[in-house]
Nanobody, 123 residues
């Protein structure tokens, strides 16, 4: 399974960006997908996550500003980021938890990460 991200960039404070991440590969099903952020000198932290049945969870700092959604048919997760603040500046990483089942007899759970996309919010 590979994750391909897009949509990062530079935006002024108060602006919006939309991140996308598509999971590609064979013989897998998505359990949940989400976004983590990592600012310079800080640990990677959860921004938002969504399960295949539509349940969502957000970091307190983004509630009311960011919206996560999952297109199950396309195995693609989106993060709509509105009212961006300079403190949102970070590298955003896509995450996926998948059930991989190459054969009927074998399957396992695995975690995958994207390469990261830079989001920079200027004041």
């Amino acid at each position: 399974v590979q994750l391909v991200e897009s949509g990062g960039g530079l935006v002024q404070a108060g602006g919006s960006l939309r991140l996308s991440c598509a999971a590609t590969g064979r013989a897998f099903s998505i359990k949940r997908m989400g976004w983590y952020s990592q600012a310079p000198g800080k640990q990677r932290e959860l921004v938002a996550i969504v399960t295949s049945d539509g349940s969502t969870n957000y970091a307190d700092s983004v509630k009311g500003r960011f919206t996560i959604s999952l297109d199950n048919a396309r195995n693609t997760v989106y993060l709509q980021m509105n009212s961006l603040r300079p403190e949102d500046t970070a590298v955003y990483y896509c995450y996926a938890e998948a059930l991989v089942s190459p054969t009927v007899e074998s399957q396992w759970r695995a975690d995958y990460w994207g390469q990261g996309t830079q989001v920079t919010v200027s004041s």
